[in-house]
Each structure stands twice: as structure tokens, then as C-alpha cells.
């Protein structure tokens, strides 16, 4: 009898669970999220580049539709308020020849836009120049032009006892005293944006290139001859 009992015993054991009857919960459920998150990600994704896109497309619809022209500014007047030019002769080099010039000049500039939309202008500066040597520069503020309109801005450039070496200074002084002739470049840039909607487009530079020649003893110009490239919508 307690052979047979202990026969039994020795037959009867506890199996441990197998894992194939009870699957991980937490690492379906983990992987399940990964995957939810991954698709917001993409449909995201997708959303915004198709309102990109539409956008773009608008705004591509409107400026076809408004076609814009290319705005003008031209310097209309140059007028020469001061002008004093003199030798002088440096202490150190008393046998060489320097040249002072003071100068005062009044540009007067006139920005036209025939397009149905507004422009807006950045800050500009424009520089005298006699033979490769800068005199002087002037500002003109940023300012915004309306459609179908004409406007006049002016900036002014002082030139306060420049001082030249002997090369230039013999040319200059001989080009005011004999010929009553001198010969000056401005340079300068303009920044132009096409303001569609409440939409800025990117600025698109131009650049200016004026020759003049003034007369001393008038204190007038009279000669201009500018060049504008690089303005282009």
C-alpha cells in the first residue's frame, strides 16, 4: 500500500506555465503605440507639405495673375548746394601740392510704380566718388510706395575737408581751375520688395551708377548720365 501511494507521488508534479499560453501583454501594447505614433507622424507629415504646396501654389496663381513690372528710380537732380576747393601744402612736405575739398550735394531721386500692387524699399546708400576715391556717402530711409503712384526722395552728401594726395589733387584742382569741370561717380544700391496680400517677396537688389560732372565756379551740374542693372521682377 505505501509503495503504491508513493509510486503516485512520485508521478504527480507541477508543471511551470508555459510561456506560449500566456503572451506578454505590455510588449503588445508598447509595440501597438509605437506603431499609432508613427502613423500621426506621417499623416502630419503629409498634411502640412499639402498646405505647403497649396499655399505656394496661391501665391504663384496671384503673382501670374498680377504681373508685376519692374519698378523705376532714377536720379532725377543733382543740385550743388557747397563747393570750396583749396590747396594746401603740408607741414612735413612743404615743396608738395594736397588739395581740400568741402562739398555739399542734394540728389533728388524718383521712384515710379505702375504695378497694381505695393513696393517697399530698403534703406539705400549712395556713394560720391573722384577717381576711385570716396567722398562722401548719403542715406536714403526704406519707405513704401503705393500702386500706381510717383514718388520723390532725396538724400544729401557732405563732403568735409577730404583730403587728397598730390596726384589727385593737382588733377582735381586743375580740372576746377582751367577746364571748370569735375568729374564725380555715385554709386549706390537699391533693395525692392513686391508686397502681394499681406505677402513680402525676397528683395531683389539693384544697382546704381551715375556719372556727373559739376562746375565749381556755377556750383552747378552739368552733366549726368546714369545706369541702372540688376532691378529685375
Do not use: W
Request: some cysteine; hydrophobic content about 40%.
Amino acid at each position: 500500500m505505501t509503495n503504491t501511494n508513493s509510486h503516485n507521488h512520485n508521478h504527480l508534479s507541477v508543471r511551470p506555465p508555459s510561456s506560449n499560453n500566456h503572451p506578454c501583454y505590455p510588449y503588445s501594447t508598447t509595440s501597438s503605440s509605437s506603431a499609432s505614433i508613427k502613423g500621426c507622424c506621417c499623416c502630419l507629415f503629409l498634411l502640412f507639405s499639402f498646405l505647403a504646396l497649396l499655399a505656394l501654389a496661391v501665391v504663384l496663381v496671384i503673382f501670374l495673375a498680377v504681373k508685376p513690372k519692374k519698378p523705376q528710380f532714377n536720379l532725377q537732380q543733382v543740385g550743388i548746394q557747397y563747393i570750396n576747393l583749396a590747396a594746401t601744402n603740408p607741414l612735413d612736405s612743404p615743396n608738395a601740392t594736397s588739395a581740400s575739398l568741402s562739398l555739399v550735394i542734394r540728389m533728388i531721386f524718383t521712384a515710379r510704380n505702375d504695378n497694381t500692387v505695393g513696393i517697399k524699399y530698403e534703406e539705400s546708400t549712395f556713394t560720391i566718388m573722384y577717381r576711385g576715391i570716396p567722398l562722401g556717402r548719403g542715406i536714403v530711409p526704406g519707405f513704401y510706395q503705393a500702386a500706381h503712384s510717383v514718388r520723390q526722395v532725396q538724400t544729401t552728401v557732405t563732403v568735409d575737408r577730404v583730403n587728397l594726395m598730390q596726384a589727385d589733387a593737382d588733377d582735381l584742382l586743375k580740372d576746377a581751375s582751367l577746364y571748370d569741370r569735375v568729374e564725380l561717380r555715385i554709386l549706390g544700391g537699391v533693395g525692392a520688395k513686391i508686397r502681394i496680400i499681406g505677402l513680402t517677396s525676397p528683395a531683389v537688389q539693384v544697382t546704381i551708377d551715375c556719372a556727373i560732372t559739376i562746375s565749381p565756379r556755377k556750383q552747378s551740374l552739368s552733366y549726368k548720365q546714369c545706369g541702372f542693372d540688376g532691378l529685375q521682377l
